[in-house]
Antibody
Framework: EVQLLESGGGLVQPGGSLRLSCAAS????????MSWVRQAPGKGLEWVSS????????YYIDSVKGRFTISRDNSKNTLYLQMNSLRGEDTAVYYC???????????WGQGTLVTVSS | DIVMTQSPDSLAVSLGERATINCKSS????????????LAWYQQKPGQPPKLLIH???TRESGVPDRFSGSGSGTDFTLTISSLQAEDVAVYYC?????????FGPGTKVDIK
């Protein structure tokens, strides 16, 4: 059974940093691209970032480029999102999602809430 | 960026009746080299993460009831629930994966009339 468990969310002041983690199990982690998708309170889904299976390719939405870094440790079956220079508009539930063989997302974690506020 | 729009914003359907959700992309998501539409549909129930229903515009995921079907090509797509059940109350999103950034539609809320 595929499981994705996010952690690391919380309350942070504007300009602060957080590192999200996603522990994966139930599939061969190193064989699949992964993504972070966020959902602001009461709003829709927004793709944030993806990383290739090897980690050599990383992709970001423009609004987080230069502030967020996606990475993975295939030896630990873990996906990360380092978030720096956080802004109020980054407040959201952040979901870790497994990519299918193309760009769809076939498994999702339960999400971790990031709140950026003073 | 490819902009995704959905209609209606919400709809209420009687149990057992058909629900139809439309999704439109600002440019074609049909890849000519493989004749595949790079379009997925998700269901999100309150307090839960999204669940993938359909990819390649019409390929149903394993375990998804066959009352859910996807159709369309190019820029215009439809998700149909042929006979609405109580457990289908949710918000439904389309997503294109033709290009980065991947983009989602704004969602369509489905309720029981």
């Amino acid at each position: 059974e595929v499981q994705l468990l996010e952690s690391g969310g919380g309350l942070v002041q504007p300009g602060g940093s957080l590192r999200l983690s996603c522990a994966a199990s139930g599939f061969t982690f190193s064989s699949y691209a992964m993504s972070w998708v966020r959902q602001a309170p009461g709003k829709g889904l927004e793709w944030v970032s993806s990383i290739s299976d090897s980690g050599s390719g990383t992709y970001y939405i423009d609004s987080v480029k230069g502030r967020f870094t996606i990475s993975r440790d295939n030896s630990k079956n873990t996906l990360y999102l380092q978030m720096n220079s956080l802004r109020g508009e980054d407040t959201a539930v952040y979901y870790c999602a497994k990519r299918g063989s193309s760009g769809w997302h076939d498994y999702w974690g339960q999400g971790t809430l990031v709140t950026v506020s003073s | 960026d490819i902009v995704m729009t959905q209609s209606p914003d919400s709809l209420a359907v009687s149990l057992g009746e058909r629900a139809t959700i439309n999704c439109k992309s600002s440019q074609s998501v049909l890849y000519s080299s493989n004749n595949k539409n790079y379009l997925a549909w998700y269901q999100q129930k309150p307090g839960q993460p999204p669940k993938l229903l359909i990819h390649w515009a019409s390929t149903r995921e394993s375990g998804v009831p066959d009352r859910f079907s996807g159709s369309g090509s190019g820029t215009d797509f439809t998700l149909t629930i042929s006979s609405l059940q109580a457990e289908d109350v949710a918000v439904y999103y389309c997503q294109q994966y033709y290009g980065i950034p991947f983009t989602f539609g704004p969602g369509t809320k489905v309720d029981i009339k």
